[in-house]
Every structure is written in C-alpha cells, then in structure tokens.
C-alpha cells in the first residue's frame, strides 16, 4: 500500500517560507509523478503544482507560480514544495499525490499537512 510521510508543515507568518516533505512509505517513488494539492475550510481542494517521474518537467497553477517549487529526490524518496512568500490565503492542509503518468487521476493521496499562514 502506497502511504507519504509528510513533514514541514506548520505555522508561518505572511511573507515568510516553508518547505513541506513528502517522503513515500511502502514504495519507491521513482515510478511515480507526484503533485501537490491543498483544499483551505469551506473551499474545494485544488491542484497546484506537479512533476515528472524524473523531475524535468513541473506545472504550477496561477496562483502559486513564481512562488512555490516543487522538487524531487529519487535518492531519498521524498518530493518537496518550498513555498516563499506566503499569504494568508495559502492556509489550508497540503497533500501530495501519486499517479503513473502525468495525466488523468491520481489514485494515491496522503493524509495531508496542516499550513497556517497567520501574523
């Protein structure tokens, strides 16, 4: 069974950084694109940001772009998402994603991590 550890949630103040951890439990993550989705209180969950099994390739949805990398290290088994330049917007629990190519639906999905942007 497909499980991610996560890490590097938490709180952070507007304007600041944080860089969220996903490391694959159970599976070797090379096999795998991996994306980052967030859903904040009363709002649907939404895409933000997805990468190849390699890493070469990245998308970003609008509102992050500029703002937030996603990266990956095979060696470690773990995908992360620096996020800079935090608003309070960006509030909300963070989960990432596995699917076998990079497209279509992801089947696997984490527990997620709480970020709360907050002065």
């Known amino acids: 069974q497909l499980q991610f550890v996560y890490s590097g949630g938490g709180l952070v103040q507007p304007g600041g950084s944080l860089r969220l951890s996903c490391a694959a439990s159970g599976f070797t993550l090379d096999y795998y694109a991996i994306g980052w989705f967030r859903q904040a209180p009363g709002k649907e969950r939404e895409g933000l940001s997805c990468?190849?099994?390699?890493?070469?390739?990245?998308y970003y949805q609008d509102s992050v772009k500029g703002r937030f990398t996603i990266s990956r290290d095979n060696a470690k088994n773990t995908v992360y998402l620096q996020m800079n330049s935090v608003k309070l917007e960006d509030t909300a629990v963070y989960y990432c994603a596995a699917r076998v190519s990079m497209s279509g639906q992801y089947p696997y999905w984490g527990q997620g991590t709480q970020v709360t942007v907050s002065s």
């Open positions: 990468i190849s099994f390699s890493g070469d390739t990245t």
